[in-house]
């Protein structure tokens, strides 16, 4: 495989990553399920399809470092199920991207990032995009905010396991999110028909476990600046296959504030390749 073959079979996998990711707004709104038992079922097997990576490393697997990024992670896919099922795809988008905002203003805070116009206008796009959506979707909108917290804490209990794959993580993880759920959906709500536990068993397999194999194999062949964009994808077709297919309209406080929140993660894209090709050239 040449070269220019190489990169763009990495594109069109990472596409389909973020195509794939795209559907789990339109899956957790429209289909017949509790929310418990979709959280059950989809991470149960999405854990399972994980589970050849867990099994080669567990030998070798540091129980007590991967404990922390495993909880963030469940505790993310809780968060982000319930505010997309009771607040809106847009707004579980929105509290997605407060991350880069929590983790901006600490490095900030820090002195450990010094405050440009380059990455602070950026921020500021988002952070207007994001305070929209989560107006817009009322006092619930506090379990979208929970996403943009717990994402990061799973990125930095990740760095801790550095010598494990990010998909024997991702596994322990839904399988513990599968497994926190269960208790409280046994007891609070009815089973799915089997149709729909199956719909739901196939999502989590291809949502939650294949695309991010296809995702980890693509992102090694293209740069990260066509991988940022590509990936913008999923955050602009999740609220747009609830539109489609559910009948679900976003307004234009929504509309505005999945704008503003791309604009600025586009432009903060940018300006680092722009620096970075400065640095290379002043070099």
């Known amino acids: 495989m040449t070269l220019f073959q190489s990169r763009y079979a990495g594109k069109a996998q990472v596409l389909a990553a973020a195509l794939l990711w795209s559907s789990a707004g339109l899956l957790i709104r429209g289909v017949d399920c509790g929310m418990l038992w979709l959280l059950v079922i989809r991470n149960g097997a999405a854990g399972l399809a994980l589970s050849p990576w867990l099994w080669r490393e567990k030998d070798r697997f540091p129980w007590k470092q991967a404990w922390p990024a495993s909880l963030c992670y469940a505790l993310f896919m809780m ?20 991350a880069p905002l ?16 380059s990455n602070a206008f950026p921020m500021g796009l988002i952070a207007a995009g994001c305070l929209i959506g989560l107006c817009a979707g009322g006092a619930l909108s ?3 905010v929970c996403c943009g917290v717990l994402f990061p804490l799973y990125t930095a209990g990740l760095r801790r396991c550095q010598d494990l794959s990010a998909m024997s993580v991702m596994a322990l993880g839904n399988l513990l999110c599968a497994v926190l759920s269960l208790p409280a959906a046994l007891c609070t709500e009815a ?41 913008l994808a999923e955050p602009v077709l999740n609220p747009v296959w609830v539109w489609v297919f559910l009948g679900e309209a976003p307004d234009a406080a929504t509309l505005g504030s999945l704008l503003l929140i791309l604009g600025g993660g586009i432009l903060d894209t940018l300006f680092s390749v722009l620096k970075g090709k400065r640095a290379h050239t002043s070099g």
Request: proline letters at 2%.
């Open 102 to 117: 929590f983790v901006y203003m600490y490095l900030a805070a820090r002195k450990k990032l010094m405050v440009r116009f």
């Open 142 to 144: 506090v379990l979208a």
């Open 191 to 231: 089973l799915p028909a089997s149709d729909s536990a199956a719909l739901i068993a196939l999502a989590g397999v291809l949502v939650n476990g294949v695309a991010y194999a296809v995702y980890t194999k693509g992102a090694q062949k293209v740069e990260p600046l066509t991988c940022m964009l590509l990936c």
């Open 79 to 98: 968060a982000f199920a319930m505010s997309t099922r009771w607040v809106g795809a847009a707004a579980a988008v929105a509290g997605q991207y407060t």
